[in-house]
Every structure is written in C-alpha cells, then in structure tokens.
Nanobody
C-alpha cells in the first residue's frame, strides 16, 4: 500500500502561482508514474499532468505552458508548479501513483483562484 499526502493548496489571485507537493511512502517511488488530477465542483475528475519514471512529462492542453510537473526520487516527492493561474483552475487537486496496473490516490488539496 502506498500513501500519498498532498500539500500546497491555497487561495490565490488570478495570475498568481502555487506549488503543490505530493509525498509518497515506500521504497518504490522511482518506479511509479506520478500524476496530478483535478476535480472542479460538478465536473468529472480530469488528468492534468503526469511524469514517467524516466522523467517524460505530459500535460492536458489547458495547462501547457503554465504548469510544470516534476519529481525528486531522493525525496519520494512529486510537484506541480502552477503559474499564471486562472479562475477555471479552481478545483481539488489529487496526486496519483501508478505501477503495474495499481493506482493509489492522495486525499486532495484545494486550489481556489479568485480575486
């Protein structure tokens, strides 16, 4: 069982920045594909960004050029740097780890973009 703990969510003004962190338990972190999902009220959960064990990153079109996903295998931590935030980025952001057909989820962290 992998435990994931997100942090870094906050209330921020449009155009602002936040960095989310996801700390994982266990010794196999470097093998996981790490992803960030988000779910806005009344909407389905959507994949925002993912990073493979080798470091290749992919993004949903709506965040390309604004968000950056990264990982520090020595710290068992994944990050999501979010810049130029927009009100439509408001959501609960979830960290996910996947490996060998198994997927684990964190509890989520709230990001609110509002003036």
């Amino acid at each position: 069982q992998v435990q994931l703990v997100e942090s870094g969510g906050d209330l921020v003004q449009p155009g602002g920045s936040l960095r989310l962190s996801c700390a994982a338990s266990g010794s196999m972190f470097s093998m996981y594909v790490m992803s960030w999902y988000r779910q806005a009220p009344g909407k389905q959960r959507e994949l925002v960004a993912s990073i493979a064990s080798g470091g290749r990153a992919d993004y949903v079109d709506s965040v390309k050029g604004r968000f950056t996903i990264s990982r520090d295998n020595a710290k068992n931590t994944a990050y999501l740097q979010m810049n130029s935030l927009k009100p439509e980025d408001t959501a609960v952001y979830y960290c996910s780890a996947s490996f060998s057909l198994r997927r684990y989820w964190g509890q989520g962290t709230q990001v609110t973009v509002s003036s």
